[in-house]
């Protein structure tokens, strides 16, 4: 399936301008990651809805971009040894979704029908990429270490432009690397994992229509335990009683 | 703030764009001692400097450094300030130099965690899902557009404060207003935590029930419980395979009838 004219027959021609802007979208945000301005628009939220705009489904954009953000709302590169990549997941499968093109894939509203079973099984596909760009951003990251090390022949001839060099030259293959893993990953998406889900059996599919219920539970509970729940306890509770009063006045 | 007559726009510009990069070739063994190098030779190379200063500069700033890129802005101004002083001729050994880096380094990469990473990052992406929830998915964007504005002004104006203070950011650290800023703002991420919990369980309610409720409130027992019962904090990623694993054991013990 993977080979050939089969392959490139997912991507019909008129598709090129979003692919391409799919790209240097995915790009510009892992570079926003870590490696430039770090805006926080690389986030799974807005990573989702910018995508999902540039495929003119801002609303695909919003069903995945929230339970992602919602889920991976504890990850803070605060003494992190595994750095997952969220960006080019989150682009990926977006993109991917888009362009099927699936009906009945939003966040839900009553009276409104969404297939949960499918919404889940790309949840769950954006987190195994996200989890399997970790090594990708590992082995990249080797590479600058290797790199760095060859900069010290400036130490010896005093030249700032190799310095200047090397660090650029990091700067471009992060951008590369998001932006040709994005695409790639989006293909996969379409061709492998996408098609997947109709062979998956009833019960597989009642469990992941709970997931798009679980996650966002799942991301504030491991953000409670970080911050300490009996320490935190009042303020949490008290937000959360504005809300619901909230939510009594104006509807949820 | 004393505008300090070395600090050129054009000067600051260069440094500020720079300092925009200051991560790109973050690597694992000196983190990013090359940003920091790319950025300070924004100063060198309006030096007139021959061979064996530019070697020795560059020998300082080699070595391993790590800070807060949100607030290195405070420590590549000053540093750039001391290269300049030293210059001119004051008495500022080398050794100096490296202790004020790796000291100041430190201190605002543990500022900076507080600050922005367990502050104000959950407080502004969980403000955001409440935002598009509501159906504002443009003002939620907004929020993140804003974010990104105000912290480059943060970055312009820290890169300024650095080089006028000089040897005297530790007064600036001394300051207050970071601790109250960081209570307030994690008071807030708290505050966010407990609407979206709300929000996100009245809109369950009202959607499918009690069962979706349930799940949500199990998705919550088990994001605070996996970790005190591992004993250790695990990805979102790996939460969300374990949440799959336990909606997959759901799915096989409900009935299609009872579902």
Redesign the interface.
């Given at each position: 399936m993977l080979s050939g004219v089969g392959f490139l027959a997912v991507v019909p021609v008129s598709a090129w301008s979003p692919l391409a802007l799919t790209g240097l979208l995915a790009g510009l945000l892992c570079?926003d990651e870590?490696?430039?301005?770090?805006?926080?628009?690389s986030?799974p939220?807005?990573a989702a809805?910018?995508t999902g705009l540039v495929w003119g489904r801002?609303d695909v954009?919003?069903a995945l971009?929230?339970p992602l953000?919602?889920?991976?709302?504890?990850?803070?590169?605060?003494g992190?040894s595994?750095v997952?990549d969220?960006v080019t997941a989150t682009i990926a499968v977006t993109a991917a979704a888009c362009r099927i093109p699936l009906a009945g894939l939003g966040?839900?509203?009553?009276g409104v029908p969404v297939d949960l079973a499918l919404w889940?099984w790309l949840?769950?596909g954006a987190?195994?990429l996200?989890?399997l760009g970790h090594w990708v951003i590992q082995a990249e990251?080797?590479a600058?270490?290797l790199?760095?090390h060859e900069?010290?022949s400036?130490?010896?001839?005093?030249?700032?432009g190799r310095?200047?060099h090397?660090?650029?030259r990091?700067?471009a293959v992060?951008f590369l690397r998001g932006s040709s893993l994005s695409l790639v990953a989006m293909l996969l998406v379409q061709g492998l994992w996408w098609p997947g889900f109709a062979h998956l059996g009833?019960?597989?599919?009642?469990?992941?229509?709970?997931?798009p219920?679980?996650?966002?539970?799942?991301?504030?509970?491991?953000?409670?335990?970080?911050?300490g729940?009996r320490r935190?306890g009042p303020?949490?509770?008290?937000?959360?009683?504005?809300?619901?009063l909230?939510?009594?006045v104006v509807?949820? | 703030m004393k505008r300090e007559p070395g600090l050129s726009f054009a000067l600051r510009w260069s440094m500020f764009l720079r300092l925009l990069l200051l991560q790109a070739s973050w690597n694992p063994q000196r983190m990013q001692n090359l940003g920091l190098l790319y950025c300070l030779l924004a100063w060198l190379r309006r030096q007139r400097t021959d061979t064996d200063f530019r070697r020795h500069f560059f020998r300082r700033y080699y070595e391993f450094f790590n800070t807060n890129p949100y607030l290195a802005g405070f420590l590549a101004g000053g540093l750039a300030r001391l290269e300049a002083d030293r210059r001119r001729g004051a008495a500022i050994p080398r050794q100096m130099l490296r202790t004020y880096r790796d000291s100041l380094g430190r201190t605002f990469a543990s500022l900076g965690d507080q600050l922005f990473w367990l502050g104000l990052k959950p407080a502004l992406t969980l403000i955001a899902c409440l935002l598009a929830l509501r159906g504002s998915s443009l003002a939620a964007l907004a929020l993140f557009v804003v974010f990104g504005v105000c912290q480059l002004g943060l970055r312009w104006w820290s890169l300024g404060v650095g080089f006028g203070s000089g040897m005297e950011i530790p007064g600036i650290l001394a300051h207050p207003l970071w601790h109250a800023a960081i209570r307030v703002i994690k008071r807030t991420a708290l505050v966010a935590m407990g609407l979206a919990g709300g929000v996100f369980a009245a809109r369950y309610q009202c959607l499918g029930g009690g069962s979706r409720l349930a799940v949500f409130g199990m998705g919550i027992a088990l994001g605070l419980l996996t970790p005190l019962a591992l004993r250790r904090r695990l990805p979102g990623e790996i939460m969300l395979l374990i949440g799959f694993a336990v909606c997959l054991g759901l799915g096989f013990a409900i009935s299609p009838a009872g579902g």
């Open positions: 570079l870590t490696a430039a301005v770090q805006s926080w628009l986030q939220l807005p809805l910018l801002p954009g919003l971009g929230v953000q919602m889920a991976l709302v504890g990850n803070l590169p605060v992190q595994f997952a969220a966040l839900p509203v009553p889940g949840l769950l987190g195994l996200s989890m990251r080797a600058f270490g790199w760095m900069g010290r400036s130490l010896i001839d005093g030249d700032p310095l200047e090397l660090h650029l990091c700067l992060s009833a019960p597989v599919h009642r469990g992941l229509g709970l997931m219920f679980l996650l966002p539970g799942l991301g504030l509970g491991a953000l409670a335990e970080r911050y729940w935190c303020w949490v509770l008290g937000g959360a009683g504005l809300a619901l909230f939510c009594r509807g949820p | -």
